[in-house]
């Protein structure tokens, strides 16, 4: 255990000193800024918000963001595991007596950590954003919920918790194809790819309660919308799809020859 | 003859196979405690692919690396918790401090390596100075001798070096023989791979020799350099080739 704790607690300074997540704060930031001015001059037809207020702006704009949020991930996701190889600095690490099951761990724990940061980095970003253009004034509005003041706020994060589950299952299988593909460039072309196709299953009733797009995009919403045992569904799911790539991964990891 | 010493290092019929490629072939030797053994052999011979497998870097195809008696393959952390190694280039994480790596590194290891004890390593191969800068301002040189600190960090009782003259100058060669054979005095093993069979030969007391990937000579440096008649490891090592092509 101490040895994945120093590993997360090196990945966690990472995480959070880096560039790379500036640059995704920056990125949030001037797209939401986008959106209040194309809320400002089409109204609802040309953003994503239904409501001028800084309630409801972080929440309604979680699912507009998959693609920003899921390349962030896959990105991630390669930098802190074909990235290692690729520099190999995986030695500096595995040169030690850490196994590969903690490593392999401790980047799991990793990916769970990133995309419940990304998601504080949304919701953060969009109540900054929502308070200097709208204020607080209003109320938040979400599908069928129309809530304000602190509910409102505790189903944002609510909302927030459900996003990061999901996108964290992505995480996952981007972590299984990085075993497969070469550079990181390549992880996140295919995590884009897979972004952009997976959401043609949303024209397949049948099928798309088990793709993992249609989870990314609606399991934050339908949490507020759907019956307990759909909701239940969709969990299973999304927990299935974490639990197979995950023991998939360390299957292709612990067999590996890392001629680095 | 020497006298019998403790095993610290023992290779058995250790196999590499990828494909239809042998690039390790039934490697078998052993060191005891305070040897400093020269692992030596051409570009491509199969000296780094056998350090990876000692270090579970890579998995043998067939055979083992018993360390201090625990295998590399089954018990993997007691075999390497006893080790520092250098496999081909030292890597570390470049927006990182000498020290920082250090930390991480220790932090890593079975047991507690207190602060006192990196600034010792690093005083060792000349960098506390450099202790914090990060990395990657490091010259190759630097980074070779940073490498070597980290070997040495959490008092290992064998060290594995690959190359580890790559970068150093004359000054940089002369610290770390004077090093090495301290350190072997004070009953550290060390096996250092190396194509510089000159450069090696005076660090080392002993020398394994391969050539793709098979064992063509061993033994104590003082013995084989009687047996061959020569003055030099060079020419033992041409002598072995010659000997095989006959």
Redo the contacts between chains.
Sequence with gaps: M??IR??LA?EGRRMLTSKSTLIYVIIYFISYIISVIFFQLYGSDGSVLTEASAQSFPIQHLQAGILFTGTFIAIYVAQITRQERT???I?????????RLQYYISKILSIAFFSMLLTLIQITVGYLVGMLFFGWHGTLVFGDIVTSGLTGVGITFLSGVAFAFAYFAFGMLMMLLSEFLPRLIDCAAVGIVILLIGQYAEVLPSIRPYVLVHQMLFFHQDIFEMSAVYNLRSAIVILAYCLACSFAGYYVFR?E???? | MQPNKETVLEVSELTKKVDRMILVDHLNFSLEKGDICGFLGENGAGKTTTLRMMTHLIFPTSGDVLIHGHSIRTDTRAALSQVGSIIENPTFYLSMTALQNLRLSARLSDQHVPESRMMEVLQMVNLENAKNQKVKTFSLGMKQRLGFANALLCNPSLIILDEPTNGLDPIGLTELKDMVQGLSAQGITFLISSHMLREIQDICNRVEIIHKGQQIESGYVTDLLNQYKVSNMEDVYFACMGRRLA
């Design positions: 101490k040895k120093t590993l090196f520099q190999s600095t030695k500096l690490i595995l040169l030690r007596p850490v196994s067999h020859d890392l001629s680095v």
